[in-house]
């Protein structure tokens, strides 16, 4: 991931997840989209659901993988927009989880009511999968990623459970 949408992760559970992007002014992209009516693209709404669901499969894997890809989405529907100075509510919830292929049903909402929802699909893996040699990289990956959920739970890591 080279950039993190989410500003917070707000509650986690086994099979479900609920995380929030504040939209600000003072986001790049809303210079350009739309001039004189800003709002977030839908690609980057969808990319929080992502982020959402890729942080649920990593917490119920127990950081278990270096990898979190997205594969695929479906059934993709916006009903609003994403005006800066609102915050987008993301609930993400494992549907189905079949080896290393998890699907999720997400939904966003803006006070309260649902603006877009999807259903994705991620997979996981290591990279030591097809190179041997790579299990030093997949620590640096993991413990990476265990200190950003960290961050995003507004948690010292030590005190983050999984």
């Known amino acids: 991931m080279r950039f993190v949408l989410l500003d917070r992760i707000t509650s986690i559970e086994q099979n479900k997840i609920c995380a929030e992007k504040k939209l600000s002014m003072a986001e790049e992209y809303l210079a350009d989209h739309f001039p004189g009516f800003p709002v ?22 127990d950081f278990a993988h270096s990898m979190v890809l997205f594969k695929e989405a479906k059934a993709v529907r ?5 005006a800066p100075g609102q915050t987008l509510s993301i609930e993400s919830t494992v549907h189905q989880s079949e080896g290393n292929v998890w ?3 997400c939904e966003g909402f803006i006070d309260g009511k649902s603006c877009c929802n999807a259903r994705l699909s991620l997979i996981q893996f290591n990279l030591q999968d097809t190179n041997p040699g790579s299990a030093a990289e997949d620590e640096q990956i993991v413990a990476h990623y265990k200190q950003l959920f960290g961050l995003l739970q507004h948690k010292p890591l030590s005190a983050v459970s999984t």
């Not at 690609?43 to 894997?61: K, P, Y």
């Not at 916006?78 to 994403?82: E, L, Q, R, T």
């Open 40 to 61: 977030m693209p839908g690609v980057l709404i969808l990319e929080s659901m992502i982020q959402t669901s890729a942080w649920l499969m990593r917490v119920n894997s």
């Open 78 to 82: 916006y009903k609003g927009f994403v």
């Open 103 to 105: 699907t999720f049903k």
